[in-house]
């Protein structure tokens, strides 16, 4: 059974640093691609980050492009996502997700759909 569990959310203020990490347990992180998404209250999931298999190949979305690194570590089986320079706007919570993808990332816009696997998320809040 697959198992991705979030943690690292908290309440900072504009210009502040966090770092979220995801915990995968039951799944090959060589086959698959590890994304992380964000849902704002009253807005639709948008994807901010993907991390392919191989790690060779990322994906960010324009707004937080430059402030948002996505990483993994193997032997840990963890995600990480490191967002600097946080703004009011990515207040949400933070959810990462897997789909089995073994190769380069397509580079286009994350789809909800096709990430077969979610964890519980974890909140991030940003005040001005």
């Known amino acids: 059974q697959v198992q991705l569990v979030e943690s690292g959310g908290g309440l900072v203020q504009s210009g502040a640093s966090l770092r979220l990490s995801c915990a995968a347990a039951g799944i090959t992180l060589d086959h698959h691609a590890i994304g992380w998404f964000r849902q704002a209250p009253g807005k639709e999931r948008e994807g901010v980050a993907e991390?392919?298999?191989?790690?060779?190949?990322?994906y960010y979305a324009n707004s937080v492009k430059g402030r948002f690194t996505i990483s993994r570590d193997r032997g840990q089986n963890k995600i990480f996502l490191q967002m600097n320079s946080l703004k009011p706007e990515d207040t949400g919570v933070y959810y990462c997700?897997?789909?089995?993808?073994?190769?380069?990332?397509?580079?286009?816009?994350?789809?909800?759909?096709?990430?077969?696997?979610w964890g519980q998320g974890t909140r991030v809040t940003v005040s001005s």
């Open positions: 991390i392919s298999n191989s790690h060779r190949n990322t």
């Open positions: 997700a897997a789909r089995f993808l073994i190769g380069p990332l397509d580079g286009g816009r994350m789809d909800p759909t096709a990430f077969g696997s």
